[in-house]
């Protein structure tokens, strides 16, 4: 009885302390700044994978995703940050300008804000889970956000849900150092799950065919 109880127990001891050390990782990595993009993929690659039920060592994945993922993450990290300081330099510039021409344009630098972020928000899953230019990804992160608006919802209710524990409850702040990113992470992982279950059906059917006709192509 003791030991039925106590493996649950020790499960979830285990399972948050690989969680915390994946999240210090985590931030440590994103110290270079320009290295959160890698940061970003090769910690949704891990979590994509602990949504899936593919569970396996969480640190010496991250590790190994981090050097293979380091060119791609950063370049759509490079994109994405110009972009986006474009975007805030305007916001602010016309935000303070006032009249009725700077408060339409501040509306729409706002929703280009929202855009952004969303864009932002699925390029790194993305890269963790398919192979693509930086540019096709961008395409695609931008795609699928707008096509999946339940999904996408969903992402932003996490955001604001987030947010808001860390504006009125104080101990959220430590919990986030501790193991928050890595939560928010695998949190946003059953979403993405679902955005690419068909695309990640549709791949796997080429890939078979790829081998079918390999096959076909030894015996012939």
Excluded: H
């Excluded at 849900?161 to 504006?167: D, E, P």
Aim: with cysteine.
């Amino acid at each position: 009885m003791k030991t039925t109880l106590a493996n649950p127990v020790l499960d979830f001891i285990n399972t948050l302390c690989n969680f915390v050390v994946l999240n210090l990782v985590f931030l440590i990595s994103c110290l270079p700044v320009i290295t959160i993009g890698t940061a970003l993929s090769s910690l949704y690659y891990v979590t994509l994978r602990e949504a899936r039920g593919e569970y396996g060592y969480l640190v010496r994945t991250y590790i190994k995703e981090f050097r293979k993922n380091l060119k791609s993450g950063t370049a759509a990290f490079a994109v994405l940050f110009v972009i986006g300081a474009v975007i805030l330099f305007n916001l602010a510039f016309w935000f303070n300008l006032g009249g009725i021409p700077a408060a339409v344009i501040t509306g729409l630098m706002a929703v280009g804000a929202i855009v952004w972020l969303f864009t932002f928000t699925y390029t790194f899953p993305l890269i963790a889970r398919f192979n693509n230019s930086t540019k096709q990804t961008l395409i695609n992160a931008f795609c699928l956000m707008m096509s999946n608006v339940k999904a996408t919802l969903a992402l932003l209710l996490i955001y604001a849900m987030v947010l808001f524990l860390c504006v009125f409850l104080a101990p959220m702040k430590l919990m986030m150092v501790l193991f928050g990113f890595a939560f928010i992470a695998y949190c946003q992982s059953f979403v993405f799950k679902k955005v690419f279950e068909p695309y990640e059906k549709e791949l796997e059917k080429a890939e078979e065919q790829k081998r079918e006709e390999a096959a076909l192509n030894i015996s012939l």
